[in-house]
């Protein structure tokens, strides 16, 4: 495996297409297709499928999109050092969480850190909900952001919390049911529903999700891939959603009522150890600090 494979193939991933990634790096695309190829017969893995039509990574391409960016980022910073010496050691805290709604919080914890490790180098991962606790058993990243996993689900890692958060029902404010307590999950059986995947959301979320599908008809579900798609269609006004109140955005066009019955949801980090990383363990303190002072 070498960098120039990974290079085909982070620009593949990209554009999801065999031609425009060539142009991208300024070499035909039978070169391009050589690469996926080779690197595929390397790890044994179908990175990405396709048809004639389309051009889409495979479960195992999501997963070790990654991996690449991580080994070109290693790659990059290695050159670096070695052309410039005197730059000094790089500092890396590396963060996973599975939406970009929680990356809002980490401006002024990673500010600070900063000032105490100036050659500080944060990397912050976005990955699917279905990986995210892989990558941290891999040591790919340093501490993820997430909601507790219950009992039945092992995680490998220490849980620090940071919030206790209500789930809550979203609507817009014409959607917007009467009253303004808490709604019980009856109240909403007769509307509309957006959900987000539950492949990507807390346990929790999808337990609630699934006890009001009941009966009901296609025409009164849609669908979000992310936190933020569902946001958008509950604005457009095809229903309302079901979310923990972290991940809804403060926002005067939404109306947030709290669910009657339904435990919050507790909001913190995941890491392995502080024991011989002093980055990190500053990091977990600054983290906990700033959700203190939050509530």
């Known amino acids: ?28 695309q039978p070169a391009v297709t050589h690469q996926i190829r080779s690197l595929e017969e390397e790890l044994n893995t179908k990175l990405f499928r396709r048809t004639t039509r389309s051009v889409e990574l495979t479960e ?40 970009y709604t929680h990356l809002f919080s980490l401006h ?36 993820i952001l997430s ?6 689900k092992k995680v490998p890692g220490i849980y620090v919390e940071l ?7 979203v609507t817009t404010r014409p959607q917007a049911l009467e009253g303004g307590g808490p709604l019980s999950l009856e109240q909403l059986r007769g509307q509309r529903l957006v959900l987000g995947d539950p492949r ?31 946001i958008t269609l509950v604005k457009a006004g095809f229903g309302l959603a079901l979310m923990p109140r972290l991940l809804a955005p403060p926002d005067p066009e939404l109306v947030l009522r709290p669910l009657a019955g339904v435990e ?17 363990r500053r990091f977990v303190e600054l983290m906990r600090l700033q959700y203190a002072e939050m509530q």
């Open 108 to 143: 002024e914890p990673l500010r600070q850190l900063a000032q105490s490790y100036p050659n500080l180098h944060p990397r912050l991962q976005v990955v699917p909900y279905d990986f995210l606790y892989r990558i941290l058993e891999e040591e790919h990243v340093d501490v």
């Open 60 to 99: 195992a391409g999501r997963l070790f999109l990654h991996d690449a960016n991580g080994m070109m980022t290693i790659a990059m910073r290695a050159k670096k050092r070695f052309e410039d010496p005197a730059t000094g050691e790089i500092c890396e805290l590396s963060v996973g969480c599975h939406g």
């Open 1 to 28: 495996m070498n960098t120039f494979q990974l290079a085909c193939f982070l620009a593949v991933s990209e554009t999801l297409n065999f031609a425009r990634a060539a142009q991208r790096m300024n070499i035909t």
């Open 147 to 152: 909601f507790q996993e219950n009992a039945a």
């Open 264 to 280: 919050p949801l507790s909001f913190g980090m995941y890491y392995k150890t502080l024991k011989g990383n002093p980055v990190l």
């Open 163 to 169: 919030e206790k958060t209500p789930m809550v029902c």
């Open 200 to 230: 990507k959301a807390p346990r929790s979320l999808a337990q609630t999700q699934a006890q009001l599908l009941g009966e009901r008809a296609p025409g009164e579900l849609f669908f979000g891939e992310s936190p933020e798609a569902v």
